[in-house]
């Protein structure tokens, strides 16, 4: 059985609380719903869609060694070396959070975190490579759901703070 994915426009997406900041902040953006697969990863979302991994950029929800939170953007085919993350930001070192504590501060399923809308305000760091795309497909809040947008909205609305730690 194939799985197709549904055509939607921004008037007609599910209403997260990522789409209400994008709506809130009046920037522009393509959904997009596809059919979710647990431990697919970008790989499967990038497939179902017909885009380049690339250009999927996956919200990562780490935190420092005060314990303090952050959200980390990537591209899909990329990691993110943690080393490197610490040196910039001038810690010791950073790791993943865990599912339930990634949870409760974004108040999204892992599967489903949208760097917009969460629950507790945290500094938000993306890959500089970021900016070089015409437009990104970033989760929208929802597993299962992407929204496309172009970089500079990142800049608009969340503070972001470029870093190069893509291993």
């Not at 197709?4 to 789409?19: K, N, Y």
């Not at 497939?47 to 919200?59: F, M, W």
């Not at 399923?109 to 949208?114: A, D």
């Not at 938000?124 to 759901?145: E, H, K, M, P, T």
């Amino acid at each position: 059985m194939a799985k197709r994915r549904r055509e939607l426009d921004a008037a007609h997406c599910p209403g997260t609380a990522a789409v209400r900041a994008l709506r809130d902040a009046a920037v522009a953006f393509e959904p997009h719903l596809y059919a979710y697969v647990p431990h697919g990863g970008t790989a499967q979302s990038a497939q179902a869609l017909g885009v380049d991994e690339h250009t999927v950029v996956k919200t990562l929800v780490m935190e420092d060694d005060a314990r303090a939170p952050l959200l980390v953007l990537m591209h899909g085919d990329h990691e993110v070396s943690t080393k490197a993350l610490a040196r910039e930001l001038g810690v010791k070192h950073v790791e993943p959070c865990t599912q339930a504590t990634a949870e409760r501060l974004t108040g999204y399923q892992v599967g489903g975190i949208s760097p917009f809308g969460t629950r507790q305000a945290m500094p938000v760091y993306a890959q500089a490579s970021i900016r070089s795309l015409d437009r990104l497909l970033i989760n929208g809040g929802r597993r299962g759901f992407l929204v496309a947008i172009a970089p500079i909205v990142l800049e608009q609305i969340l503070e972001v703070g470029w870093v190069d730690v893509a291993r």
